[in-house]
């Protein structure tokens, strides 16, 4: 595909499936669990007794469910002790190649959900859900959803506005270029908000969990040491200068995404007249939270190389490798795509291995509590 074509991200993203995410991202089910004073305070807030209608959970961009089974038994706990009466859907969204069976899988296996009790177990009157819909769309009924969450999932943009020519990453764009993220990115925030707010009953909550840039200027896998995303890209034109990767390909390798500021997501709150504001949304709390890196950590610790290693590259490759994968000409058979992107990650592998001191994935995110009007 030429570069100049820009292909929708429903079409190129997905996580690795068959379980694979959540099994080797250690980080976000830390993540997901650091949220959980926002969830609870969220839920805390809502006047959910005392009905019997059924209560809605979105979870929007869930992958395969797995990261954030144990906070969604927390949800189930809490709601159910506060409204025994109420039937609860979770309804799981995420896109059409999202690996769905590996979640209701997960969801109704006698085995633990990595190392946590499936709710379904536990739970009756309790029923689940999926929508395998961009969640730049409305995704679920209006008026459905009671309490809606959504984990490092509302930076990937609905579209890539174009290449990046010297990155792979917003993170290093400029000019123009950076522009035309910026502005993506301003308008997919609105949109998002825009269908929650016609999905929440009146009354109900939002708990956002968002890669972002904090005040320091840190973002993901940028926190000290080696930048990830500058070492990705120094690989990834290496390949190029080897005669691996061709120019145009490497121009296509840009991860469909925007890491907001407080002030971006600030924005349309902060104008009374804004669309979000009149659809009745109002932003209780935001605050952005650095969640260490559990691989980079446990490393430290034992020095053990060739645990960490791998794993940190696994865990890295779990959310990255249809970028990579997608970047390369389809002319290309599936099989050789496959030997580029296993090389681009075993370089990358042998980059944390001259330098382990240097790489660490800790994570940054923005963590809001967004309410709608009664
Ligand atoms: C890094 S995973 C996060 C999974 C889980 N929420 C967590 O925090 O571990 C991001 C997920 O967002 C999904 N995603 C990206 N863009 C989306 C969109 N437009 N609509 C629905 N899901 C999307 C991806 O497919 C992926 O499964």
Sequence with gaps: MPATEAPKTSETVYMKGGGYYSRVNLGMRQVINNSLDLVKAAIDGMDIGGRDRVFGIGDYGSADGGTSHELFRNIIATVRARAPKRPIVVNYNDLP??????????????????????????????????????????VFPSESIDFGYSCTALHWLSEKPGSISNHIHA???KGNELKAYASQARKDWQTILLHRAAELVPGGKLVFVIFSKDEQGRFLGNTGGVSMFDTSNAIWLKLVDEGVVTKEEYVNVTFPQFYRTTEDFLAPFSDPSSDVNKAGLSLDHIESRVVGCPYADRYRETRDLDSFAPAYVDMYRSWSESTFYNGLSPSRPAEERGRIVDLFYS???????RRPDEHSMAHIHHYM??????
């Excluded at 370089?347 to 291995?353: A, C, G, H, L, S």
């Excluded at 509590?369 to 009664?374: G, H």
Aim: glycine share 6%; charged share 30%; no cysteine.
């Design 97 to 138: 190649k999202n690996d769905f069976s590996a979640l209701f899988g997960m969801l109704n296996e006698e085995d633990d959900v990595l190392g946590v009790r499936s709710y379904m177990r536990d739970y009756d009157n309790v029923y689940v859900l999926a929508s395998g819909t961009s969640f730049y769309r409305q």
């Design 171 to 173: 993170v290093g764009a």
């Design 347 to 353: 370089q990358y592998e042998e980059e944390v291995r």
């Design 369 to 374: 509590l967004i309410s709608k009007a009664k």
